[in-house]
Protein backbone atom coordinates (compact mmCIF):
# COMPACT_ATOMS: atom_id res chain seq x y z
CA UNK A 1 0.00 0.00 0.00
CA UNK A 2 1.33 3.26 -0.93
CA UNK A 3 0.88 6.68 1.54
CA UNK A 4 -0.99 8.93 -1.60
CA UNK A 5 -4.18 9.10 -0.79
CA UNK A 6 -7.03 7.11 -2.32
CA UNK A 7 -9.63 8.68 -4.31
CA UNK A 8 -12.90 7.09 -3.97
CA UNK A 9 -13.50 6.78 -8.09
CA UNK A 10 -11.55 7.19 -10.88
CA UNK A 11 -12.89 7.74 -14.24
CA UNK A 12 -11.84 5.53 -16.47
CA UNK A 13 -13.02 7.40 -19.81
CA UNK A 14 -10.86 9.86 -19.12
CA UNK A 15 -8.21 7.46 -17.97
CA UNK A 16 -8.43 5.87 -21.22
CA UNK A 17 -7.60 9.60 -22.95
CA UNK A 18 -4.95 10.63 -20.90
CA UNK A 19 -3.24 6.73 -21.93
CA UNK A 20 -3.08 7.67 -25.64
CA UNK A 21 -3.96 4.07 -26.21
CA UNK A 22 -7.20 5.23 -28.36
CA UNK A 23 -5.38 6.40 -31.65
CA UNK A 24 -3.04 3.70 -31.16
CA UNK A 25 -5.82 0.74 -31.58
CA UNK A 26 -7.69 2.95 -33.74
CA UNK A 27 -4.51 3.36 -36.06
CA UNK A 28 -4.19 -0.74 -36.15
CA UNK A 29 -8.20 -1.17 -36.82
CA UNK A 30 -7.48 1.51 -39.76
CA UNK A 31 -4.65 -0.42 -41.43
CA UNK A 32 -4.46 -4.34 -40.65
CA UNK A 33 -7.57 -5.57 -42.51
CA UNK A 34 -9.24 -8.54 -40.72
CA UNK A 35 -7.43 -10.31 -38.12
CA UNK A 36 -9.84 -10.06 -35.58
CA UNK A 37 -8.97 -12.63 -32.98
CA UNK A 38 -5.57 -10.57 -33.40
CA UNK A 39 -7.16 -7.07 -32.49
CA UNK A 40 -9.55 -9.05 -29.87
CA UNK A 41 -6.58 -9.33 -27.66
CA UNK A 42 -4.25 -6.19 -28.18
CA UNK A 43 -7.60 -4.87 -27.30
CA UNK A 44 -7.40 -7.31 -23.73
CA UNK A 45 -3.54 -6.26 -23.13
CA UNK A 46 -4.63 -2.60 -23.38
CA UNK A 47 -7.58 -3.07 -21.02
CA UNK A 48 -5.48 -4.28 -18.43
CA UNK A 49 -2.78 -1.77 -18.52
CA UNK A 50 -5.52 0.72 -17.75
CA UNK A 51 -7.13 -1.11 -15.31
CA UNK A 52 -3.64 -1.70 -13.86
CA UNK A 53 -3.16 2.21 -13.78
CA UNK A 54 -5.97 2.41 -12.00
CA UNK A 55 -5.42 -0.08 -9.40
CA UNK A 56 -1.93 1.63 -8.76
CA UNK A 57 -4.06 4.97 -7.69
CA UNK A 58 -5.78 2.80 -5.16
CA UNK A 59 -2.98 1.33 -3.93
CA UNK A 60 -3.49 -2.82 -5.09
CA UNK A 61 -0.90 -4.24 -6.55
CA UNK A 62 -0.78 -4.66 -10.10
CA UNK A 63 2.48 -6.43 -11.39
CA UNK A 64 3.45 -6.47 -14.85
CA UNK A 65 1.73 -9.23 -16.75
CA UNK A 66 3.60 -12.00 -19.19
CA UNK A 67 3.59 -10.71 -22.40
CA UNK A 68 5.29 -13.32 -24.34
CA UNK A 69 3.23 -14.47 -27.18
CA UNK A 70 3.00 -16.82 -29.91
CA UNK A 71 1.71 -16.48 -33.30
CA UNK A 72 0.32 -18.96 -35.44
CA UNK A 73 -0.92 -19.10 -38.90
CA UNK A 74 -0.59 -20.10 -42.50
CA UNK A 75 1.89 -18.28 -44.63
CA UNK A 76 1.30 -14.63 -45.51
CA UNK A 77 -1.38 -14.13 -42.61
CA UNK A 78 0.48 -11.07 -41.41
CA UNK A 79 2.45 -12.63 -38.40
CA UNK A 80 5.32 -10.61 -38.92
CA UNK A 81 3.60 -7.37 -40.17
CA UNK A 82 1.81 -7.78 -36.51
CA UNK A 83 4.96 -8.36 -34.75
CA UNK A 84 6.89 -4.92 -35.91
CA UNK A 85 3.88 -3.54 -35.30
CA UNK A 86 2.98 -5.06 -31.57
CA UNK A 87 6.34 -3.30 -30.64
CA UNK A 88 5.46 -0.20 -31.16
CA UNK A 89 2.23 -0.68 -29.41
CA UNK A 90 3.16 -2.23 -26.78
CA UNK A 91 5.57 0.74 -26.51
CA UNK A 92 3.06 2.92 -26.58
CA UNK A 93 1.11 1.33 -24.10
CA UNK A 94 4.08 1.28 -21.57
CA UNK A 95 4.71 -2.44 -21.04
CA UNK A 96 8.40 -1.99 -22.90
CA UNK A 97 10.80 0.68 -22.52
CA UNK A 98 12.18 1.28 -26.13
CA UNK A 99 9.85 -0.01 -28.31
CA UNK A 100 12.29 -1.43 -30.87
CA UNK A 101 12.07 -5.03 -32.53
CA UNK A 102 14.80 -7.19 -32.92
CA UNK A 103 13.63 -9.76 -35.73
CA UNK A 104 15.80 -13.40 -35.81
CA UNK A 105 15.60 -17.07 -37.11
CA UNK A 106 17.73 -19.95 -35.37
CA UNK A 107 20.71 -18.54 -37.60
CA UNK A 108 21.13 -15.47 -35.41
CA UNK A 109 20.88 -17.54 -32.29
CA UNK A 110 22.51 -20.83 -32.62
CA UNK A 111 26.31 -21.35 -32.82
CA UNK A 112 28.06 -23.81 -34.81
CA UNK A 113 29.99 -25.21 -32.66
CA UNK A 114 30.08 -25.84 -28.69
CA UNK A 115 30.69 -22.83 -26.90
CA UNK A 116 29.53 -20.54 -29.83
CA UNK A 117 25.73 -20.65 -29.07
CA UNK A 118 25.60 -18.84 -25.43
CA UNK A 119 27.99 -15.87 -26.51
CA UNK A 120 25.26 -15.47 -29.50
CA UNK A 121 22.14 -15.96 -28.08
CA UNK A 122 22.89 -13.25 -25.41
CA UNK A 123 24.01 -11.20 -27.50
CA UNK A 124 20.96 -11.00 -29.17
CA UNK A 125 18.78 -11.06 -26.04
CA UNK A 126 21.05 -7.84 -25.30
CA UNK A 127 20.18 -6.23 -27.87
CA UNK A 128 16.56 -6.62 -27.51
CA UNK A 129 16.45 -5.76 -23.60
CA UNK A 130 14.31 -3.18 -23.70
CA UNK A 131 11.85 -4.18 -26.89
CA UNK A 132 10.49 -6.68 -28.57
CA UNK A 133 12.43 -10.24 -30.15
CA UNK A 134 10.68 -11.74 -32.30
CA UNK A 135 11.84 -15.28 -33.51
CA UNK A 136 10.55 -16.20 -36.74
CA UNK A 137 9.94 -19.61 -37.42
CA UNK A 138 10.93 -20.79 -34.10
CA UNK A 139 10.01 -24.62 -34.46
CA UNK A 140 13.63 -24.86 -36.10
CA UNK A 141 15.26 -23.89 -32.39
CA UNK A 142 14.22 -27.62 -31.30
CA UNK A 143 15.64 -30.56 -33.59
CA UNK A 144 13.95 -33.75 -32.45
CA UNK A 145 16.49 -36.04 -34.35
CA UNK A 146 19.26 -34.62 -32.98
CA UNK A 147 19.75 -34.29 -29.37
CA UNK A 148 23.23 -32.55 -29.51
CA UNK A 149 21.79 -30.14 -31.63
CA UNK A 150 23.14 -26.52 -30.08
CA UNK A 151 19.47 -25.19 -30.51
CA UNK A 152 18.42 -26.58 -27.08
CA UNK A 153 21.10 -25.09 -25.42
CA UNK A 154 19.63 -21.60 -27.21
CA UNK A 155 16.48 -22.52 -25.72
CA UNK A 156 17.31 -22.80 -22.42
CA UNK A 157 18.79 -19.49 -22.18
CA UNK A 158 16.09 -18.15 -23.87
CA UNK A 159 13.57 -19.56 -21.25
CA UNK A 160 15.37 -18.31 -18.47
CA UNK A 161 15.26 -14.93 -19.64
CA UNK A 162 11.76 -14.84 -20.60
CA UNK A 163 11.26 -15.63 -16.99
CA UNK A 164 13.88 -13.72 -14.95
CA UNK A 165 13.56 -10.58 -17.56
CA UNK A 166 9.93 -10.63 -17.85
CA UNK A 167 9.96 -6.63 -17.58
CA UNK A 168 12.53 -6.01 -19.95
CA UNK A 169 11.78 -7.67 -23.12
CA UNK A 170 8.79 -9.20 -24.51
CA UNK A 171 9.53 -12.44 -26.87
CA UNK A 172 7.55 -13.30 -29.70
CA UNK A 173 7.25 -16.67 -31.51
CA UNK A 174 6.17 -17.12 -34.67
CA UNK A 175 5.23 -19.88 -36.97
CA UNK A 176 3.06 -22.20 -38.82
CA UNK A 177 0.52 -23.58 -36.97
CA UNK A 178 1.15 -27.35 -36.82
CA UNK A 179 4.97 -27.24 -36.38
CA UNK A 180 4.33 -24.78 -33.57
CA UNK A 181 2.12 -27.28 -32.09
CA UNK A 182 4.80 -30.02 -32.06
CA UNK A 183 7.50 -27.69 -31.28
CA UNK A 184 5.64 -26.81 -27.97
CA UNK A 185 5.17 -30.42 -27.02
CA UNK A 186 8.51 -31.16 -26.99
CA UNK A 187 9.49 -27.72 -24.99
CA UNK A 188 6.75 -27.59 -22.19
CA UNK A 189 8.56 -24.76 -20.70
CA UNK A 190 7.90 -22.79 -23.34
CA UNK A 191 4.41 -23.00 -23.81
CA UNK A 192 3.63 -22.62 -19.62
CA UNK A 193 5.84 -19.30 -20.14
CA UNK A 194 3.81 -18.09 -23.66
CA UNK A 195 0.77 -16.38 -22.28
CA UNK A 196 -0.66 -15.24 -25.10
CA UNK A 197 -1.34 -17.88 -28.14
CA UNK A 198 -2.40 -16.09 -30.92
CA UNK A 199 -4.15 -17.68 -33.69
CA UNK A 200 -3.70 -16.00 -37.20
CA UNK A 201 -7.22 -16.41 -39.49
CA UNK A 202 -6.98 -17.23 -43.25
CA UNK A 203 -7.64 -13.98 -45.12
CA UNK A 204 -11.50 -14.03 -46.59
CA UNK A 205 -11.38 -13.18 -50.57
CA UNK A 206 -13.35 -10.04 -49.67
CA UNK A 207 -10.41 -9.06 -47.08
CA UNK A 208 -7.45 -9.71 -49.96
CA UNK A 209 -9.18 -7.44 -51.92
CA UNK A 210 -9.25 -4.94 -49.65
CA UNK A 211 -5.29 -5.77 -49.16
CA UNK A 212 -4.54 -5.61 -52.24
CA UNK A 213 -5.87 -2.18 -52.90
CA UNK A 214 -4.15 -0.86 -49.46
CA UNK A 215 -0.67 -2.16 -51.02
CA UNK A 216 -1.28 -0.49 -54.15
CA UNK A 217 -2.52 2.94 -52.65
CA UNK A 218 0.92 2.88 -50.05
CA UNK A 219 2.86 2.72 -53.72
CA UNK A 220 0.83 5.22 -55.55
CA UNK A 221 -1.36 2.92 -58.05
CA UNK A 222 -4.83 1.64 -58.31
CA UNK A 223 -7.01 -0.37 -60.22
CA UNK A 224 -9.41 0.43 -62.51
CA UNK A 225 -12.97 -0.74 -61.70
CA UNK A 226 -12.45 -4.06 -65.03
CA UNK A 227 -9.07 -4.79 -62.69
CA UNK A 228 -10.95 -4.80 -59.73
CA UNK A 229 -13.27 -7.33 -60.78
CA UNK A 230 -10.62 -9.56 -62.98
CA UNK A 231 -8.49 -9.58 -59.40
CA UNK A 232 -11.87 -10.31 -57.71
CA UNK A 233 -12.23 -13.12 -59.99
CA UNK A 234 -8.55 -13.98 -59.50
CA UNK A 235 -8.10 -14.31 -55.87
CA UNK A 236 -10.53 -17.48 -55.73
CA UNK A 237 -8.89 -18.82 -58.36
CA UNK A 238 -5.55 -18.46 -56.93
CA UNK A 239 -6.51 -20.17 -53.56
CA UNK A 240 -7.49 -23.24 -55.39
CA UNK A 241 -3.75 -23.28 -56.72
CA UNK A 242 -1.15 -25.53 -54.34
CA UNK A 243 1.50 -23.04 -52.44
CA UNK A 244 -1.34 -20.12 -51.33
CA UNK A 245 0.21 -17.87 -48.74
CA UNK A 246 -2.52 -15.56 -48.18
CA UNK A 247 -1.33 -12.18 -48.36
CA UNK A 248 2.33 -12.73 -50.06
CA UNK A 249 0.56 -14.56 -53.04
CA UNK A 250 -1.44 -11.42 -53.76
CA UNK A 251 1.60 -9.10 -53.13
CA UNK A 252 3.38 -11.18 -55.52
CA UNK A 253 0.50 -11.12 -57.81
CA UNK A 254 0.73 -7.12 -57.75
CA UNK A 255 4.18 -7.26 -58.28
CA UNK A 256 3.39 -9.29 -61.81
CA UNK A 257 0.78 -6.91 -62.65
CA UNK A 258 2.98 -3.76 -62.29
CA UNK A 259 5.69 -5.62 -64.33
CA UNK A 260 2.88 -6.22 -67.34
CA UNK A 261 1.56 -2.57 -66.82
CA UNK A 262 5.15 -1.36 -67.45
CA UNK A 263 5.78 -3.30 -70.25
CA UNK A 264 2.06 -2.45 -71.49
CA UNK A 265 2.63 1.56 -70.86
CA UNK A 266 6.26 1.10 -72.71
CA UNK A 267 5.14 -0.96 -75.92
CA UNK A 268 2.69 1.40 -76.49
CA UNK A 269 5.40 4.82 -77.22
CA UNK A 270 2.84 7.32 -77.24
CA UNK A 271 3.32 9.95 -75.08
CA UNK A 272 1.44 8.85 -71.41
CA UNK A 273 -0.22 10.98 -69.08
CA UNK A 274 -0.47 10.41 -65.47
CA UNK A 275 -3.59 8.69 -65.00
CA UNK A 276 -2.26 5.98 -67.36
CA UNK A 277 0.77 5.79 -64.94
CA UNK A 278 -1.19 4.69 -62.09
CA UNK A 279 -3.88 2.72 -63.24
CA UNK A 280 -3.40 -1.21 -63.65
CA UNK A 281 -5.79 -2.52 -66.18
CA UNK A 282 -7.84 -5.72 -65.83
CA UNK A 283 -5.22 -7.07 -68.90
CA UNK A 284 -2.37 -6.85 -66.76
CA UNK A 285 -4.19 -9.22 -64.09
CA UNK A 286 -5.99 -11.36 -66.45
CA UNK A 287 -2.43 -12.43 -68.73
CA UNK A 288 -1.86 -14.78 -65.44
CA UNK A 289 -0.85 -17.98 -65.43
CA UNK A 290 -3.89 -18.67 -63.13
CA UNK A 291 -6.28 -17.50 -65.60
CA UNK A 292 -4.72 -19.22 -68.48
CA UNK A 293 -4.82 -22.46 -66.35
CA UNK A 294 -8.41 -22.58 -66.26
CA UNK A 295 -9.26 -21.95 -68.91
CA UNK B 1 42.37 5.37 0.37
CA UNK B 2 39.25 5.81 -2.02
CA UNK B 3 40.79 5.77 -5.42
CA UNK B 4 38.86 8.12 -7.43
CA UNK B 5 38.77 8.81 -11.24
CA UNK B 6 36.78 10.05 -14.34
CA UNK B 7 33.50 11.21 -13.93
CA UNK B 8 31.37 11.50 -11.08
CA UNK B 9 34.54 11.00 -8.86
CA UNK B 10 34.15 13.70 -6.36
CA UNK B 11 30.38 11.97 -5.42
CA UNK B 12 29.85 8.51 -3.53
CA UNK B 13 29.93 5.61 -5.63
CA UNK B 14 26.99 5.77 -8.04
CA UNK B 15 24.09 2.98 -7.56
CA UNK B 16 23.14 0.56 -9.97
CA UNK B 17 19.67 2.47 -10.82
CA UNK B 18 22.10 5.97 -10.99
CA UNK B 19 24.38 4.05 -13.82
CA UNK B 20 21.19 3.25 -15.51
CA UNK B 21 20.70 6.36 -16.28
CA UNK B 22 23.91 6.90 -17.40
CA UNK B 23 24.14 4.24 -19.46
CA UNK B 24 20.89 5.15 -21.07
CA UNK B 25 22.30 8.62 -21.74
CA UNK B 26 25.28 6.93 -23.66
CA UNK B 27 22.96 4.70 -25.47
CA UNK B 28 21.18 7.70 -26.71
CA UNK B 29 23.97 9.91 -27.84
CA UNK B 30 25.07 6.33 -29.88
CA UNK B 31 27.90 6.21 -28.13
CA UNK B 32 29.31 2.52 -27.34
CA UNK B 33 29.64 1.65 -23.68
CA UNK B 34 32.72 -0.49 -22.59
CA UNK B 35 33.37 -2.18 -19.31
CA UNK B 36 37.09 -2.72 -18.33
CA UNK B 37 38.73 -4.28 -15.14
CA UNK B 38 41.99 -4.00 -13.54
CA UNK B 39 43.82 -4.68 -9.90
CA UNK B 40 46.08 -2.25 -10.50
CA UNK B 41 44.81 1.01 -9.07
CA UNK B 42 47.71 3.53 -10.34
CA UNK B 43 45.98 6.56 -11.66
CA UNK B 44 48.73 5.91 -14.65
CA UNK B 45 47.65 2.53 -15.63
CA UNK B 46 45.97 3.13 -18.37
CA UNK B 47 45.72 -0.41 -19.63
CA UNK B 48 42.81 -2.24 -18.03
CA UNK B 49 41.81 -5.79 -19.49
CA UNK B 50 37.96 -5.50 -21.63
CA UNK B 51 35.25 -6.88 -20.38
CA UNK B 52 33.94 -8.09 -23.62
CA UNK B 53 33.27 -6.48 -26.36
CA UNK B 54 32.39 -2.78 -26.56
CA UNK B 55 28.27 -3.33 -26.88
CA UNK B 56 27.13 -1.23 -29.60
CA UNK B 57 23.71 -1.21 -31.40
CA UNK B 58 21.92 -2.05 -27.99
CA UNK B 59 18.82 0.41 -27.17
CA UNK B 60 18.41 -0.19 -23.64
CA UNK B 61 20.71 0.02 -20.87
CA UNK B 62 19.47 -3.16 -19.10
CA UNK B 63 21.89 -5.23 -20.99
CA UNK B 64 24.81 -3.35 -20.38
CA UNK B 65 23.72 -3.63 -16.69
CA UNK B 66 23.18 -7.86 -17.10
CA UNK B 67 26.86 -7.49 -18.24
CA UNK B 68 28.29 -5.79 -15.35
CA UNK B 69 26.82 -7.86 -12.98
CA UNK B 70 28.12 -10.99 -14.91
CA UNK B 71 31.81 -8.64 -15.02
CA UNK B 72 31.11 -8.36 -11.08
CA UNK B 73 30.40 -12.05 -10.16
CA UNK B 74 33.94 -12.92 -11.54
CA UNK B 75 35.68 -9.78 -10.60
CA UNK B 76 34.15 -8.15 -7.62
CA UNK B 77 37.46 -8.03 -6.36
CA UNK B 78 38.91 -5.74 -8.50
CA UNK B 79 38.09 -2.22 -10.07
CA UNK B 80 35.26 -2.37 -12.74
CA UNK B 81 34.69 1.24 -14.75
CA UNK B 82 32.74 1.78 -17.59
CA UNK B 83 33.40 3.87 -20.39
CA UNK B 84 31.44 5.26 -23.70
CA UNK B 85 33.18 5.53 -26.96
CA UNK B 86 32.07 8.64 -28.93
CA UNK B 87 32.45 7.60 -32.81
CA UNK B 88 31.89 11.01 -34.45
CA UNK B 89 34.35 12.40 -37.05
CA UNK B 90 36.35 14.71 -34.91
CA UNK B 91 35.71 13.59 -31.78
CA UNK B 92 36.29 9.95 -31.76
CA UNK B 93 37.95 9.31 -28.21
CA UNK B 94 35.84 8.41 -24.96
CA UNK B 95 33.54 10.75 -23.99
CA UNK B 96 32.61 9.62 -20.57
CA UNK B 97 34.23 7.21 -17.74
CA UNK B 98 33.50 6.16 -14.35
CA UNK B 99 34.08 3.65 -11.69
CA UNK B 100 31.28 1.02 -11.04
CA UNK B 101 32.94 -1.39 -8.94
CA UNK B 102 36.11 -0.98 -6.65
CA UNK B 103 38.07 -3.75 -3.95
CA UNK B 104 36.14 -3.72 0.01
CA UNK B 105 39.24 -3.00 1.12
CA UNK B 106 41.31 -0.50 -0.81
CA UNK B 107 45.36 -0.47 0.70
CA UNK B 108 46.12 2.92 -1.06
CA UNK B 109 49.57 3.76 -2.09
CA UNK B 110 52.77 4.75 -0.21
CA UNK B 111 55.37 7.02 -0.97
CA UNK B 112 58.75 6.22 -2.23
CA UNK B 113 62.08 8.46 -2.39
CA UNK B 114 64.34 7.71 -4.54
CA UNK B 115 67.83 9.66 -4.33
CA UNK B 116 69.30 10.91 -7.60
CA UNK B 117 72.00 12.54 -9.04
CA UNK B 118 73.83 15.29 -6.78
CA UNK B 119 71.40 14.73 -3.72
CA UNK B 120 68.36 15.12 -5.81
CA UNK B 121 65.65 13.83 -4.66
CA UNK B 122 62.86 11.99 -7.03
CA UNK B 123 59.38 10.73 -5.86
CA UNK B 124 57.03 7.81 -7.24
CA UNK B 125 53.72 6.37 -5.44
CA UNK B 126 53.35 2.43 -5.63
CA UNK B 127 49.86 0.74 -4.48
CA UNK B 128 50.56 -1.61 -1.56
CA UNK B 129 48.40 -4.16 -3.25
CA UNK B 130 51.10 -4.25 -6.18
CA UNK B 131 53.42 -6.23 -3.29
CA UNK B 132 51.61 -8.62 -4.79
CA UNK B 133 51.19 -10.98 -7.87
CA UNK B 134 48.48 -10.16 -10.05
CA UNK B 135 45.14 -12.38 -9.39
CA UNK B 136 45.90 -12.07 -5.59
CA UNK B 137 46.01 -8.50 -4.45
CA UNK B 138 42.22 -8.02 -3.87
CA UNK B 139 41.97 -11.49 -2.48
Not at chain 1, 28 to 49: N, S
Not at chain 2, 2 to 14: A, E, I, N, Y
Not at chain 2, 16 to 28: F, N, W
Not at chain 2, 98 to 115: C, M, Q, S, T, Y
Request: aromatic share 8%; charged share 30%.
Amino acid sequence: MTDAPTPAKVNLAEEFDRSGVGPVLQQLDDELIGLAPVKQRIREIAALLLVDRVRQKFGLIAEAPTLHMSFTGNPGTGKTTVASRMSEILHKLGYVRRGHLVSVTRDDLVGQYIGHTAPKTKEILKKAMGGVLFIDEAYYLYKAENERDYGQESIEILLQVMENNRDDLVVILAGYADKMEKFFQSNPGFRSRVAHHIDFPDYQDGELLAIAEGMLTKLHYKLSPAAKQALAEYIPMRRGQPHFANARSIRNALDRARLRQANRCFAAKDEIDLEALVTIEAEDIRQSRVFASSR
Amino acid sequence: MRVTQGCFSFLPDLTDDQILVQVQYCLENNWAVNLEYTDDPHPRNTYWEMWGLPMFDLKDAKGVLIELSKCRELHGDKYIRLSAFDNTHTIESLRISFIVNRPAHEEGFRLERVEGRSREQRYSTRAYSLDRPEGKRYA
